[in-house]
Nanobody, 122 residues
Framework: QVQLVESGGGLVQAGGSLRLSCAAS????????MAWFRQGPGKEREFVAA????????YYVDSVKGRFTISRDNAKNTVYLQMNNLKPEDTAVYYC???????????????WGQGTQVTVSS
């Protein structure tokens, strides 16, 4: 079992920044591909970003490229999502997720956190 706990969400004005963190426990963190998904009001869960086991490769949905950066610190068992130039359409509950297989944009991950709310006001 892997336990994931997100933090760092909040209310921010458009154009602002937030950094989300996801702390993992329970298994060897470096064995897991990590990802961020989000689910806005009335919307399906959407892929945001993923990062490979060692952090060398990162993947993003087109709508966040150039604004969001995913990173990980395997020594701290933590994955981050730096979000800059936030837009109202980024408003959602953000979830981190883990799997041992290759990164995927599909929500086919084995472990999920409880989510953290991000609200961007215009």
């Amino acid at each position: 079992q892997v336990q994931l706990v997100e933090s760092g969400g909040g209310l921010v004005q458009a154009g602002g920044s937030l950094r989300l963190s996801c702390a993992a426990s329970g298994r060897t963190f470096r064995n897991y591909v990590m990802a961020w998904f989000r689910q806005g009001p009335g919307k399906e869960r959407e892929f945001v970003a993923a990062i490979s086991w060692g952090g060398a490769n990162a993947y993003y949905v087109d709508s966040v490229k150039g604004r969001f950066t995913i990173s990980r610190d395997n020594a701290k068992n933590t994955v981050y999502l730096q979000m800059n130039n936030l837009k109202p359409e980024d408003t959602a509950v953000y979830y981190c997720a883990a799997r041992t297989e290759l990164p995927s944009s599909r929500p086919e991950y084995d472990y999920w956190g409880q989510g953290t709310q991000v609200t961007v006001s215009s």
